[in-house]
């Protein structure tokens, strides 16, 4: 595990000074906007009266999700950073200056005492700007290797946290990071799973006892999982086995076959996740770093079938779990009805293997990010006013 260089102990144990005011940044995916919603949910629960100020872009998935949680939420342009040469690289300097501008009179305005960044383009005015401003800047990273926006904010601050440990060898750039964890909400943190099951099941449609295997793929779902799903629900739900399948927002209905032996229940999107979790024995998912988050916490046994696009940071985030025994892997390429049929439907199952991956993704995840995170700030804000 790699730490700061004063150690987990003694920045756990520094004097920590209070914000009453904090800027967070991050937005265009759930992975950046999900962490920051359950930090601001507990930076709030210490402190009511905090002042927390969070920017987005008009575009990202944040300007339905922040306001909905009831924070305040100030657009400002930001522009997606060009990975090659071209003309949004000429434009790039000028557009990044009148984003800080913009990001750095929002600072003024609520008087920011540091700006904690998620990741996504709206995080690089947000860094620069706290930079120039001297205001302290503290990177939260669940990815490997980090996101563009966050890469370029190392340059900018040692404050570094990362969600989850890794080897040197994965990324230089989270070398001297100090894991914290992920902030989840608060729902699936403390999260019972056994106690929730019946109640979680019912919830769905589903029945109280049958093997239950739950199905999505990111928060706008998986084509390859729905189609895969499609071939293989006759012999799962022959088998005995229940399903719930998020199909994804995005994502068409699929087509199953009729008169299925069990339930094979069909959603485009579920707020409550952690009945999700609850209702389950097995999950067959993405490897997103939120999912690998979560599903470890709650001790949630896992297939991953990481996204074949990017940079392979989804088989980076499911590794460590399925190396601690809590979950498979397949690739993308590989996933079928017929493996689903020959991996996933004897796994589902079998009670024992089951509990054990259980308590091995248990053992390797951890419910306390955003507390953990909270200390990490606190500390941060307190050294730089030292």
Partial sequence: ???????????????????SSVVLAGGGTGGHIYPLLAFADCLRRHDPGIRIT????????????IPAAGYDLRHIPAYQLPRSINMNLLRTPDRMLRSARAAGAIMDEVQAEVVVGFGGYVSVPAYLAAWRKKIPI????????PGVANKLGMRFTKNVAAGFPHQPIQSAALRKATVVGVPLRPAIAHLDRHAWRE?????????PHRPTLLVFGASQGARSINLAMAGSAKALTAAGVQVLHVIGARNEDIDLPVHLDAPYVRLKFINEMELAYAAADLTLCRGGAM?????????????YVPLPYGNGEQRRNALPVV??????????AELTPQWIEQHVLPLV???ARLASMSTAAAAYGRRDGDEELRRFVLNAVSQQQS
């Fill in 1 to 19: 595990m790699s730490v700061s260089a004063n150690g987990p102990a003694d920045w756990r144990q520094a004097t920590r000074a209070p914000i």
């Fill in 54 to 65: 969070c920017l987005g872009t008009p575009r990202g998935l944040e300007t339905d999700l």
């Fill in 138 to 145: 503290v990177i939260h990273e669940v990815n490997v290797p």
């Fill in 199 to 207: 109640r979680a099941r019912a919830h769905f449609g589903l029945e």
């Fill in 291 to 303: 999912t690998c988050a979560e599903t470890a916490a709650v001790g949630m046994p896992a297939v």
């Fill in 323 to 332: 190396e601690a025994g809590g979950g498979l892997i397949v690739d993308d």
């Fill in 349 to 351: 199952t079998d009670r």
